[in-house]
């Protein structure tokens, strides 16, 4: 699997009106996949029996093919039932759903009636068409169905490729032979369609040929012969409906419009009995947040076991994602893009008619949320599936409101923020601007924590009015000449000297979530740390490696661990760094991450990466 360049083509101005009128077709179509946010992933096949990669482990030699197929053998699908696999899905808030009907091994989930197709039904132990029931539990729901669909298939006999060092035969050199997979597949294909009508085709393995090999157009037109309105990814060379990140959640926001991330649960595709490297709960609420605010949808992948079976811990995460998607429908589908972060330490969403912003919180705190630049009137403040509350203005653009700790969800919490036209923004300075600013005692006016904040977010903007004082990097001796002192701020700057001292500019936003700042040797990244987090603090698209974490003014060492980094691609994993709560400050926690050598960040939008070979 991997990800597929999105090309743009401009046309010329003389059809502009055409395109328009194209575009909104294609909104029409694209509706219901803007809405969803959520679908769920199940790669299911023989691969399950040895908890091997998927059709990988005999095209890369870790397994021949002749012993990789053995597993049909003992691919049962004893315990399968696909009323409790559809039960599970609409339990966790998921819109749709896409199924593995064939992966690169070639073997067929369903009744294929191709000449020389293997299918469970008459090549395993199951011997059961498996795509069929499910399908129909799908559509009885009211889900909408989504089918998955290798274009190479390795183990048939008239397909070029076999293994990554063994080719059948030269496809240039043998059109005719190549001909006859061609009318294999897009039989196969025309199967599917006509049997099933799915809503949406997921396509994958275009890298192996090109568009006119695969003849992209052709399938296309055969299946919008039974579904006009069908949808495909972007696997099938440029020819797709929307983008299909993997694995690494975007640091900024895909080209196409509706986009999607197909991500696992542990470090796998499919069942392997020995992947325990799961995500917790948190993080992949967290992960579809992250999704919903930049317009997209999160395809999470379940693995189910060859007797048909979901582990355990795949269906906790899927109920757990329940809890929170049951609780919060009204901050999840139909929203779209969200704020600048500029304005809000967090996640955001908009509303349709863009009259309602709201607001996700993956910390606790008590004190105060900030909402900045906010040039349109607040009407109200709600807690989504929650009661009202009560905010107050800092000044004309910038909010300021209180959670009570009670309310607060334990993995995100949603704000409901409502306008009576649609949101208009503008830029806030929202900064410090000078030691006697920050330092100086005033009793009703900001508190430690928003002086603090407002610190964080000069430093973040490159902007340090500690470099003109005598502030040392061990903060000792330390003295602002200002009266009446803010004893709080001058205890918190003290601690956090090395945070201040000659500190530049922080990274780009999309990498971490919150303010930052770096060393001047720019190999020392800061963290500012809102609260209390309600999981591990994450950081995305960090290419370096790290050497160590440490909590600042303590020297607390933390431990962090890297998800969703594949072996064969050059984005990097996302870094989680669990911060615990006893060694949180009251009032602002700066986390110190020490680099192999200056910042490196990955941040191309999301293109084509290799795929695994």
Known sequence: MRYLKFFIVLFPLFIVSRL???????????????????????????????????????????INHDAYMKQLNGFTAAKYNPNEWVNLIKESGAKYAVITTKHHDGVSLWDSKMPNATTTLNNSAAKKDLITPFVAELKKSGLKTGLYFSLPDWSYADYDGFTRDRKRYDYKQDPTRFKKFQYYFQGQLNELSTKYNPD??????????????????????????????????????????????????????????????????????????????????????????????????????????????????????????????????????????????????????????????????DYKTEKGISLTGIKSKVKSIQLVGGGQVKFANVNDSDYTFNIPSTDFDQDVTVVKVSFDEPLDLIESPNGTSSLKDLLTEHKKLNSAADKLKQLANSLDKGINIFNDSNLAADGLDFNAKIKPLDQTVNNWVIKNAEALYKTTGGIPAGHYQGKTALSADKQTLYLFVEGSPTGPIAIKGLKNNISRIR????????????????????????????????KLDPELTVIAVLLDGPIDLYREKVGAIESNL
């Not at 509706?31 to 091997?52: C, E, P, R, T």
């Not at 999607?260 to 709960?281: I, V």
């Not at 933390?558 to 911060?579: A, D, R, T």
């Open 551 to 582: 909590i600042v003014g303590e020297g607390t060492m933390l431990p962090h661990e890297i998800y969703n980094k594949l072996y064969w691609s050059k984005i990097p994993g996302i870094v989680y760094i669990p911060v615990p709560k006893d």
């Open 20 to 62: 328009n009128a194209q575009q909104k077709v294609s909104d029409q179509k694209m509706q219901w996949f803007a809405d969803a946010k959520l679908g769920i992933f199940i790669h299911w096949g023989i691969y399950s029996v040895n908890g091997i990669s998927e059709s990988w482990s005999f095209f890369n030699n870790y």
């Open 200 to 361: 949406l085709l997921w396509f994958d393995g275009d890298w192996e040929h090109s568009g006119e090999e695969w003849q992209a157009k052709n399938i296309l037109e055969n299946l919008r012969k039974t579904n006009k309105d069908i949808i495909v990814n972007s696997r099938l060379n440029g020819h797709g409906d929307y983008d299909t990140p993997e694995q690494g959640v975007p640091v900024i926001k895909p080209g196409s419009p509706e986009w999607e991330l197909c991500y696992t649960m542990n470090d796998s595709w499919g069942y392997q009995p020995y992947d325990n490297h799961y995500k917790s709960s948190n993080m992949i609420i967290r992960t579809l947040v992250d999704c919903i605010s930049m317009g997209g949808n999160l395809l999470l992948d379940i693995g189910p076991k060859a007797d048909g079976t979901i582990a355990s811990e795949q269906v906790q995460i899927l109920k757990d994602l329940g809890r929170w998607t049951k609780k919060n429908s009204e901050a999840i589908y139909g929203t779209q893009t969200g704020i600048s972060p500029k304005h809000f330490n967090g996640k955001t969403a908009l509303s349709k008619d863009k009259k309602t912003l709201f607001l996700y919180l």
